[in-house]
């Protein structure tokens, strides 16, 4: 059963509708990455999926059951949680924290320190069970917060960029917790990220959002571009580039190139590719037996290419190499 | 004098915290319903509260004195010359401050407070004594404020209480009594006294709050 179905689901603030999702399944025990640059409607979504508003129109069920009056929304709260980007920790000690959400769902006496000590130790964090929470670092208040949402043991778990304030190490024992928790039981698992390269590498599946609506491709290489217009061929400023677009349209669009029309090369083709520029490798991110090679030409380009590709040409974060694309595989929407 | 100095300041004192703490226990959730609304409305009660706190307290002790004069509405209690009418006009008069102020402590409480406790499972209480606990500076703050308040008004104890020696007279009303028999020393004294007075419970208030402190 799915823990989460969305049906012609609609959030406005203020008349302005910031995220609209006709239809939603998150299957139980899913691990869903909502990936989309800022504004995307990613956190919109995901204080819609933790009951913490209701939507402008549209329903969401939880479990198989609709969550429509603010009733069932409390009675859904109590299943699902939420770890925000920036988690609050209540004044008091990491422990009093974690022990919230259970005191909230009425354990009481020894039980309290038991889950609370269990919570605490999934995600590595025993040591600062006393500790005065407000002295905590960046990344020790995220994973106390994890800790924290765990101990209630929700049959869904939401986070919403959990990757933005930790270190690297952190971040992988956070989400090699999540992995563990769902290894030993039923937890739907949904975080947002502005980084592909965490969601390819930790989620199931991937919703893609772009200005609140779900996106035909993934939001890498998506560029908001004012179209002069005068085609069928043109030639559109995007940042400090020029990339060349076949289309009719003009005006305020959106072009996405997808990361396997680049081809990445030592040194300029001669080809028919139209666009070709040269820059510099700044991340890599490994996803099985493909790589995605993030290169900044003047704005950042994700190639995704194979792990033979890539070490064949001996590619290394800060090389120098050359992306070309068609004109064609500018798509436009 | 000594005993009456002290019966004066004991019933200061019992009028002050009674009318302080029926004031907080209506003023404070009060102010928790208008600091964490989006009601309609809001604005416009928050703006009379706002004007309540600048209220002259003798139309307060008048309009008090109306309700409880012997052909007034409730003239029928007999309340009216008795330390519980000082009460009733100090609550009048400190509940605008308990509310305005506790409204602005919890509008100035973090939002994720209230989302974390809510998505923690916790029920409409508990969300607010989290939010309570967060605030509880600024909360102190609306008590110790309407405290003072209440300990050092004059006017409207002076008309529905008529500072009746060993009835219903508080230290403000025996230091106007004095100062007007031109007894200085006696007026100083009993200042002293208030002043004193003031000082022990906010000492006291303060020390509550820093236990409360994890």
């Not at chain 1, 609209?20 to 990936?35: H, K, N, P, S, W």
């Not at chain 1, 990613?42 to 479990?63: I, M, N, Q, Y």
């Not at chain 1, 006393?130 to 994890?146: F, H, K, M, P, T």
């Not at chain 2, 028999?181 to 208030?205: D, E, K, M, P």
Request: glycine share 10%; net charge positive; hydrophobic share 55%.
């Amino acid at each position: 059963m799915a823990t989460f179905e969305v049906a012609g689901l609609r959030q406005a603030y203020g008349g302005r509708t910031v995220l609209a999702i006709d239809a939603l399944a998150v299957e139980a025990g899913a691990r869903l990455a909502l990936v989309g640059p800022n504004g995307a409607g990613k956190s919109t979504l995901l204080r819609l999926l933790a009951f913490l508003e209701p939507p402008s129109a549209g329903t969401v069920t939880l479990d198989g059951a609709p969550v429509t009056t603010g009733a069932a929304r409390r009675a859904a709260r109590r299943r699902v949680t939420l770890v925000e980007q920036r988690p609050y920790l209540f004044r008091g000690t990491v422990e009093a924290n974690v022990a919230f959400g259970l005191r909230a769902a009425g354990v009481r006496g020894p039980a309290v320190a038991r889950r609370v000590g269990a919570a605490l130790e999934r995600l590595q964090l025993q040591g600062l069970r006393g500790r005065d929470a407000r002295a905590l670092s960046e990344g020790e208040i995220q994973r106390v917060a994890v800790a924290r949402a765990l101990a209630v043991e929700p049959l869904a778990l939401l986070l919403d960029e959990p990757a933005s304030s930790a270190d690297r190490a952190a971040q992988q024992a956070m989400f090699a917790a999540l992995a563990d928790e769902q290894a030993r039981r039923p937890l739907t698992v949904v975080f947002a990220s502005h980084l592909l390269e965490d969601a390819y590498r930790w989620a199931g599946s991937l919703l893609a959002l772009h200005q609140g609506v779900p996106s035909p491709v993934t939001p890498e290489n998506l560029f908001r571009v004012d179209l002069p217009g005068g085609g069928p061929m043109q030639d559109v400023a995007v940042g400090p580039l020029r990339i060349v677009v076949v289309t009719e349209r003009s005006g305020p669009a959106t072009l996405a190139v997808a990361p396997d029309e680049i081809v990445l090369s030592a040194a300029p083709l001669v080809s028919s590719a139209r666009n070709a520029f040269r820059g510099r490798i700044v991340r890599v991110a490994e996803h099985g037996a493909e790589m995605r090679v993030t290169i900044d030409v003047g704005i950042e380009l994700v190639a995704r290419i194979t792990r033979q590709s890539f070490e064949e040409m001996a590619l290394a974060v800060g090389r120098e190499v050359v992306a070309s694309f068609k004109s064609v595989a500018v798509k436009v929407f | 004098m000594e005993t009456e100095v002290l019966g004066i300041a004991a019933l200061s004192l019992k009028v002050a915290l009674t009318a302080t703490v029926l004031a907080c226990l209506i003023g404070i959730p009060l102010g928790f319903m208008l600091g964490a609304s989006r009601l309609r409305g809001r604005r416009a009660v928050l703006l009379l509260l706002n004007t309540a706190l600048a209220f002259p307290t003798v139309v307060i002790g008048l309009a008090i004195y109306g309700l409880l004069a012997r052909r007034g509405p409730l003239g029928g209690l007999g309340l009216l010359f008795s330390w519980q009418a000082i009460v009733i006009a100090e609550v009048i008069l400190a509940l605008p401050i308990a509310t305005a102020l506790s409204a602005a402590a919890v509008q100035a409480v973090d939002p994720r407070v209230r989302r974390t406790a809510l998505t923690l499972g916790a029920g409409p209480l508990r969300t607010a004594w989290a939010v309570a606990r967060e605030a509880r500076f600024a909360l102190a703050a609306a008590v110790v404020v309407a405290f003072g308040r209440v300990l050092s008004e004059v006017g409207a104890a002076l008309i529905v209480g008529g500072n009746i020696r060993h009835e219903t007279r508080t230290l403000t009303t025996a230091i106007t009594l004095a100062t007007s028999q031109g007894n200085f020393s006696l007026a100083v004294a009993l200042g002293l006294v208030l002043l004193a007075l003031a000082l022990t419970v906010n000492v006291l208030i303060q020390m509550l709050q820093g236990r409360g402190d994890v």
